[in-house]
């Protein structure tokens, strides 16, 4: 059979999937300084050649993806869009929006399952779209899921960024307030940090997530147990149950039934990430099954705890929630732990939240990365020959997209120099992206890939499809949500909601350059095995 370029489309290549979890482990070499055989055999199964190092266990995929949520720092952040709905926003805003993240979840792990790859979402849309479909659809979804998870390298820096002055706030007692362009300068030397961290601790950077994973956990028990304790023996009053769980307020100019729902979008950022899990599929040893634990867990943890940390935030809070919107501090969470801690107390749980912060940012950047990478593997972003090299020196990462999503956030992140709702845009960015990347694989599956779709070790069954469709009328809501500005109904400029023209950008430009331009040589996935080699095989 005559040699075809090994840089062909994946079309043909994996005949339909149906046998991608029986291939004949004779078939293709594999490097063992890499993966085992029967990794290689798996990735290779859909056309990939192995080239990432695989060291990442069940526990340490489930790790990446609990750090980059990083439970209570995440939580701090986005207190702005939980408070004003009052104790029953926070709490119960929390508990409705998790559990329906969970049910995305599990939709995302019947596919992460089934088929593990580094560009999952935007691989699997191809896989199941229509023919007429699959490529704009699997072009679009990989921008949207690339330019999501670097608006969540913008949104979790900006948030450190936020923390590191609000110490500074403490520690005058309020009479030091940063300018933005402090706030952008902090911001923009810690995603530089990040990007020389991600580079040089490749080789130990799945041991570091098991470590930022217990650090959260100190944390959060620190946090439920000293905030209580705290206030009785200063004999503060602490919130009733029935307070905290069943009173509400408004503080927006939104009517009470929308101030609820847009306490959602604290989850909704909090708990984006899990899709990293995907991102790390071939780093990670036996994928099929440490895909899913990863997605699963780190979402139902995040759901549990979630609960038991608002729930006491909103019992140490007071009862005067214009106090806590209105802090000099710059963070409702800052105010929480001063009025119950004092500023010692204060001082010692805000700099701890901010080093966690930090190790959150160094984790998005290398799930970001992967998925830039898995996207240049692929052909479709600008100067792809040059992105997907790995460097074997930095332990076999890809070290062009760590320092090209990390450039790229930088320049997103001149929006915060704009006013306060600009900077709100840097976190639902994040969520509507990886919203609308999340959804279109989901909608593909069920839609045309009913009878392609091959189960892997984890399935949900017949429940599946009624999960998907479940997923994707979330997801449909969620998106159209973190485009509402926070004040309405008529929001004027300094309130506004950038993220539907940062999104709507993007999205329209993906579709628009892959209609001018793209469909000429953009035709989905590529594979990269050397085809002299395996073609009779595969």
């Known amino acids: 059979m005559a040699p075809r370029d090994s840089r062909e489309n994946l079309e043909g290549v994996v005949t339909e ?33 192995q080239e990432l190092q695989r060291h990442y266990s069940s526990v340490q995929v489930f790790a990446i993806a609990f750090s980059i949520m990083g439970l209570l720092p995440s939580i701090s952040a986005t207190l702005w869009f939980s408070v004003p709905a009052g104790p029953v926003g926070m709490v119960w805003g929390w508990f409705s929006a998790s559990a329906l993240i969970f049910v995305v979840g599990l939709a995302i792990a019947d ?13 699997w849309t191809h896989y199941f779209a229509a023919e007429r479909y699959k490529n704009p659809l699997s072009f679009l979804v990989g921008y949207s899921n690339t330019i999501g998870l670097i608006g969540g390298i913008c949104s979790i820096d900006y948030g450190f960024a936020s923390f590191i002055v609000s110490l500074g706030t403490i520690s005058s007692d309020g009479e030091w307030i940063p300018s933005r362009g402090q706030l952008y300068a902090i911001f923009v030397a810690t995603v530089l940090s990040h990007g020389i961290l991600a580079s040089s601790a490749g080789r130990v950077m799945h041991h570091l997530q098991t470590w930022f994973v217990v650090a959260n956990f100190v944390l959060i028990i620190a946090t439920i147990i000293a905030l209580p304790v705290s206030m009785r023996l200063r004999n503060i009053p602490i919130n009733s149950a029935s307070y905290v769980f069943s009173y509400s307020i408004n503080e927006t100019t939104w009517p009470s039934g929308w101030a609820f729902m847009l306490s959602w979008l604290s989850p909704i950022w909090t708990i984006g990430a899990f899709d990293s899990c995907v991102h790390m599929s071939e780093e990670a040893k036996n994928p099929t099954k440490a895909v899913p634990i990863g997605i699963l867990a780190s979402i139902g943890g995040c759901w549990i705890f979630g609960f038991l940390v608002t729930a006491v935030l909103a019992a140490c809070a007071g009862n005067n929630f214009e106090e806590i919107l209105g802090t000099p501090f710059g963070q409702p969470i800052a105010q929480i732990y001063y009025n119950a801690l004092g500023k010692s107390g204060a001082l010692g749980f805000m700099s701890a939240i901010s080093i966690l912060q930090f190790f959150m940012g160094l984790s998005i950047v290398v799930a970001a990365s992967r998925q830039t990478w898995a996207f240049s593997r692929d052909g479709a972003l600008p100067f792809s020959s040059f992105l997907r090299q790995i460097s074997k020196t930095f332990g076999y990462q890809p070290l062009r997209t760590v320092w090209a999503t990390c450039l790229t956030a930088i320049i997103i992140g001149l929006l915060s120099l704009i006013n306060n709702a600009a900077a709100n845009a840097l976190f639902s960015l994040a969520a509507a992206g990886n919203n609308v990347a999340w959804a ?3 909608l593909c599956r069920i839609l045309w890939g009913r009878e392609k779709f091959r189960p892997g070790p984890f399935y949900t069954g017949r429940f599946s499809v009624a999960i998907s469709i479940a997923a994707l009328m979330y997801l449909t809501f969620s998106t159209i949500l ?32 892959y209609f001018l331009y793209a469909h000429k040589w953009f035709k989905g996935p590529k594979h990269t095995l050397d085809i002299m080699e395996n073609e009779d095989d595969i």
Do not use: R
């Open 440 to 442: 279109i694989p989901i």
């Open 17 to 49: 999937v149906e046998d991608q979890h029986h291939v004949d482990e004779k078939s293709i070499e594999y490097d063992p300084a890499l993966a085992n055989a029967a990794d290689t055999q798996q990735l290779a199964s859909i056309g990939y050649k």
């Open 111 to 123: 596919l992460g399952s089934s088929l593990p790859t580094s560009g999952g979402l935007y691989w």
């Open 482 to 513: 973190c485009m509402f500005p926070t004040e309405g109904p008529n929001p004027d400029p300094s309130v506004m909601n950038y993220s539907a023209v940062v999104n709507g950008t993007v999205w329209g430009g993906a579709l628009l350059y």
